[in-house]
């Protein structure tokens, strides 16, 4: 994991307008968020290992079930995930072979960041603030 600084640590939104400008950009809310925090993440790699942007957030008026509610961004960070490598040798593709994959577990859940990711990270970063800070 390596955190990046940005301005937009510590703004509140309201979860609706940041879903409207950041979903576009292709992030998605993670699915490990609870009714009080969440993730917007981004993936920007998937060559062997996943390399993601993560956008923490949390909720300080409402749940995130809850229509209308304002969040606190935190600081973000980039994630590396790497997942056990191999081919189909039984020749179980397609779907029932997806349907198992997306639970497995990453080999290294975190895995090292090289330069290039942090430099693609910190330039997503500039565009993510020059999209929401003026909301602020």
């Known amino acids: 994991m390596v955190p990046l600084d940005s301005e937009i640590e510590d703004k509140i939104y309201s979860l609706y307008v940041l879903e409207e400008k950041l979903k576009p950009e292709g992030f998605v809310i993670g699915s490990n968020w609870d009714y009080e925090k969440g993730f917007f ?4 790699d998937n060559k062997g290992i996943y390399y993601f942007l993560r956008i923490p957030f949390y909720a300080v008026a409402g749940s995130l079930d809850y229509p209308g509610v304002t969040v606190r961004l935190e600081k973000p960070f980039l994630l590396a995930h790497q ?15 997806g349907s198992i994959d997306q639970f497995q577990s990453p080999t290294d859940p975190d895995a090292n960041v090289p330069d290039e990711y942090i430099n693609i990270g910190k330039k997503l970063m500039q565009k993510v603030e020059n999209l929401i800070l003026p909301l602020y």
């Open 41 to 44: 993440d981004l993936k920007i």
């Open 83 to 97: 997942y056990e490598k191999g081919y189909d040798e039984e020749g179980i593709g397609g779907a029932l072979r």
